[in-house]
């Protein structure tokens, strides 16, 4: 195969990956056949008439190289030139972008935050001098949105929950409101006190005995005390450094117990104190020296217990 059949079928290699109009093509197609030429009349040695046919081919696929590169910039720029005429920001063309390459994806900016997110999310909108510590989730039934009310000083914060079938951002108008449409979940606050005392006083930590009420076996290693009052039924343990109350039948005492077999609450220093109750008061308390972690307003006992075990 001579010089120029070999120059003939590098063109139709190229022209099979490439698509250019035919101006531009026959432009590059005459460029090249006069560059042959050249080379072709030129006095050589034999050595370098054979390196020229190739030096040819690479100088080729240089050119369409760069031919390229220069028609996707301009392509590029003037489509962001044209967005920006449009009003479009940088972001908006961003987006833009993903959505014509991934269009099966389009309704991943809509998607809802993750729990972890979510409480990120809060974390983010407050200020404290004291660490910021929430559940890390919050069992919520199906169909559900996760979203909560801030409030925060340099020496504590208050975080309430609220549960809705749309997702509302948190601290939005509507949570402000007497029409909230939100249902309050729970309540978790944290303070700081300015002496142990003050702490201790605030979880008001109890040793139950038999002046508390009947002894009650409530499992192999657990003594209750049972005390009924005003048609009432209160029921009482330590576990740990844990003290703990019930209210109502007396299956939810043993409930309890079955539940904190498998899980632990916060680990108090020193002491922590749960009031559960199967009428809607549900209230745990616990302490770390100075700094007291509040859990209330719930109105399902195990949901206050599920929150305090998820306690980081």
């Given at each position: 195969?001579?010089?120029?059949?070999?120059?003939?079928?590098s063109l139709k290699d190229l022209n099979k990956d490439i698509i250019w109009n035919e101006q531009r093509q026959q432009q590059i197609r005459n460029e090249l056949i006069q560059q042959m030429h050249r080379n072709q009349n030129s006095k050589k040695p034999k050595i370098k008439r054979k390196i020229v046919?190739?030096?040819?081919?690479?100088?080729?696929?240089?050119?369409?190289?760069?031919?390229?590169?220069?028609?996707?910039?301009?392509?590029?720029?003037?489509?962001?030139?044209?967005?920006?005429?449009?009003?479009?920001?940088?972001?908006?063309?961003?987006?833009?972008?993903?959505?014509?390459?991934?269009?099966?994806?389009?309704?991943?900016?809509?998607?809802?935050?993750?729990?972890?997110?979510?409480?990120?999310?809060?974390?983010?909108?407050?200020?404290?001098?004291?660490?910021?510590?929430?559940?890390?989730?919050?069992?919520?039934?199906?169909?559900?949105?996760?979203?909560?009310?801030?409030?925060?000083?340099?020496?504590?914060?208050?975080?309430?929950?609220?549960?809705?079938?749309?997702?509302?951002?948190?601290?939005?108008?509507?949570?402000?409101?007497?029409?909230?449409?939100?249902?309050?979940?729970?309540?978790?606050?944290?303070?700081?006190?300015?002496?142990?005392?003050?702490?201790?006083?605030?979880?008001?930590?109890?040793?139950?005995?038999?002046?508390?009420?009947?002894?009650?076996?409530?499992?192999?290693?657990?003594?209750?005390?049972?005390?009924?009052?005003?048609?009432?039924?209160?029921?009482?343990?330590?576990?740990?450094?844990?003290?703990?109350?019930?209210?109502?039948?007396?299956?939810?005492?043993?409930?309890?117990?079955?539940?904190?077999?498998?899980?632990?609450?916060?680990?108090?220093?020193?002491?922590?104190?749960?009031?559960?109750?199967?009428?809607?008061?549900?209230?745990?308390?616990?302490?770390?020296?100075?700094?007291?972690?509040?859990?209330?307003?719930?109105?399902?006992?195990?949901?206050?217990?599920?929150?305090?075990?998820?306690?980081?």
């Open positions: 195969m001579n010089e120029d059949q070999k120059f003939e079928q046919p190739a030096f040819s081919i690479v100088l080729s696929l240089a050119i369409v190289a760069i031919i390229l590169l220069t028609e996707f910039g301009t392509h590029q720029v003037l489509d962001n030139t044209q967005a920006q005429l449009n009003g479009m920001s940088q972001t908006d063309v961003r987006m833009k972008e993903i959505k014509e390459k991934n269009p099966n994806n389009h309704h991943e900016g809509n998607r809802s935050l993750t729990q972890r997110e979510i409480m990120d999310a809060i974390k983010g909108q407050m200020s404290s001098q004291i660490p910021l510590q929430l559940p890390k989730k919050i069992q919520l039934p199906e169909g559900k949105h996760l979203t909560a009310v801030t409030s925060s000083e340099q020496t504590g914060y208050e975080v309430i929950f609220y549960q809705h079938d749309e997702p509302i951002p948190i601290n939005n108008q509507q949570l402000l409101g007497e029409d909230n449409p939100a249902e309050v979940i729970a309540r978790v606050s944290v303070q700081q006190y300015d002496t142990q005392k003050q702490a201790d006083d605030a979880v008001a930590y109890e040793v139950f005995d038999e002046e508390s009420g009947n002894a009650t076996t409530l499992n192999e290693e657990l003594t209750g005390y049972k005390k009924t009052t005003d048609g009432s039924t209160h029921m009482s343990w330590n576990v740990g450094r844990w003290a703990i109350t019930t209210d109502g039948e007396h299956s939810l005492s043993t409930e309890v117990v079955d539940y904190l077999d498998n899980y632990m609450l916060p680990p108090p220093r020193e002491n922590g104190f749960a009031h559960l109750s199967t009428q809607g008061i549900n209230h745990i308390v616990w302490q770390n020296e100075t700094t007291v972690y509040t859990i209330d307003q719930v109105t399902d006992p195990f949901t206050a217990l599920e929150i305090a075990v998820e306690f980081e």
